[in-house]
């Protein structure tokens, strides 16, 4: 009878260690991402100046993705965005950015961030205002990567 004890119990163990385990993964599920940027950017309600940022999706029940904005040494928060779901067809290995691109006298606006790997990304929610503008203005795609510097941003991902 014990043994018997002694098997379920282990059983019961191992089943829960499967069920956890996937939860456990360290990786994508913060997806935090580090930018290096060498001109301002527009992020919704900030544009944030030259320099290096952290980008952390914060954990969330509903299908809005909230992006914190992080200093490079994590000391400060520049922001707190609302996002939502964007899909791509196929996931690329490394960081995609999309860019509204502006006038010379206005930094650019970043639309989308896709993680490497996954084909749902973050699209940035902007004012009817600030929309209006950037469908009369060119929209361009970043891919990026570690140590390469993509129109005025460069990106490595945490692993």
């Known amino acids: 009878m ?33 930018f290096v940027f060498s001109g301002p950017v527009e992020i919704p309600g900030c544009i944030l100046p030259a320099g290096t940022y952290w980008f952390v999706l914060q954990p969330n029940d509903s299908d809005r993705h909230i ?38 006298q206005k930094p650019e606006a970043l639309l989308k961030w896709y993680y490497p790997g996954l084909t749902t990304g973050h699209e940035f929610l902007y004012s009817q205002k600030h929309e209006r503008e950037f469908a009369r203005e060119v929209k361009r795609e970043v891919l990026a990567e570690p140590n390469m510097l993509a129109s005025n941003a460069s990106v490595v991902t945490q692993p």
């Not at 163990?13 to 913060?30: E, F, H, K, R, Y």
């Not at 964007?86 to 502006?102: M, S």
Request: charged residues 20%.
């Open 67 to 104: 992006v914190q904005v992080f200093s490079q040494d994590w000391s400060k928060v520049y922001a707190t965005v609302l996002a939502v779901p964007t899909y791509r067809q196929e996931p690329k290995g490394e960081t995609e950015l999309k860019f509204a691109e502006r006038p010379r």
């Open 2 to 34: 014990m043994i018997r004890k002694a098997c379920a119990i282990f059983f019961c163990l191992i089943l829960a260690c499967v069920v956890v385990l996937p939860a456990a993964q360290a990786g994508t599920s913060d997806q935090a991402t580090k």
